[in-house]
C-alpha cells in the first residue's frame, strides 16, 4: 500500500476534527477509538522504532504521512485528541471540552459488546 493509500486509510479511521484555532490551542479535545489509534500508532513505530526516528523522518522528507502520524501521536492517555501534541503531555493545560461526546456513547457500547463476545467465547 502507497504512503498516499495509507494515509487516506488512517484519516478515515479517526474521528474529525474541528478546523479551528480554538482546538489547535488546547482549547478542547476530540475522543478517539483506542482501537484505532493503537493500530496507527503501532503501525509508525514498527515501520520507524521510535516516535522520535518517525517524526524527524517523515516531516523531513515532506511525507504525505506526516499529517496522520501527528494526529495518532496528539492523544493522551484516555485517547482524546488534542490539537496540538503539547496537550496530550499536559491534558489539564487544555480546556475540558470533549467536542464529540456522543462518541463516549459508541465507545461504551462497543467495550460492553467485546466484553460480552469474550464471555460467550470462554
Given at each position: 500500500?502507497?504512503?498516499?493509500?495509507?494515509?487516506k486509510?488512517?484519516?478515515?479511521?479517526?474521528?474529525?476534527?474541528?478546523?479551528?484555532?480554538?482546538?489547535?490551542?488546547g482549547?478542547?479535545?476530540?475522543?478517539?477509538?483506542?482501537?484505532?489509534?493503537?493500530?496507527?500508532?503501532?503501525y509508525?513505530?514498527?515501520?520507524?522504532?521510535?516516535?522520535?526516528?518517525?517524526?524527524?523522518?517523515?516531516?523531513?522528507?515532506?511525507?504525505?504521512?506526516?499529517?496522520?502520524?501527528?494526529?495518532?501521536f496528539?492523544?493522551?492517555?484516555?485517547?482524546?485528541?488534542?490539537?496540538?501534541?503539547?496537550?496530550?503531555?499536559?491534558?489539564?493545560?487544555?480546556?475540558?471540552?470533549?467536542?464529540?461526546?456522543?462518541?463516549?456513547?459508541?465507545?461504551?457500547?462497543?467495550?460492553?459488546?467485546?466484553?460480552?463476545?469474550?464471555?460467550?467465547?470462554?
Open positions: 500500500m502507497s504512503d498516499e493509500q495509507l494515509n486509510k488512517f484519516l478515515s479511521m479517526l474521528e474529525s476534527t474541528p478546523d479551528t484555532t480554538d482546538f489547535s490551542n482549547e478542547g479535545y476530540v475522543l478517539q477509538d483506542p482501537e484505532v489509534i493503537d493500530e496507527i500508532q503501532k509508525f513505530l514498527d515501520r520507524f522504532g521510535s516516535y522520535y526516528v518517525a517524526g524527524r523522518t517523515l516531516d523531513d522528507s515532506n511525507s504525505i504521512l506526516y499529517g496522520a502520524f501527528l494526529r495518532a496528539a492523544v493522551d492517555k484516555k485517547y482524546r485528541e488534542w490539537g496540538q501534541t503539547f496537550y496530550s503531555l499536559h491534558p489539564d493545560e487544555g480546556t475540558d471540552f470533549c467536542y464529540n461526546p456522543e462518541f463516549e456513547k459508541v465507545l461504551l457500547k462497543k467495550n460492553r459488546k467485546n466484553k460480552l463476545d469474550q464471555i460467550e467465547n470462554h
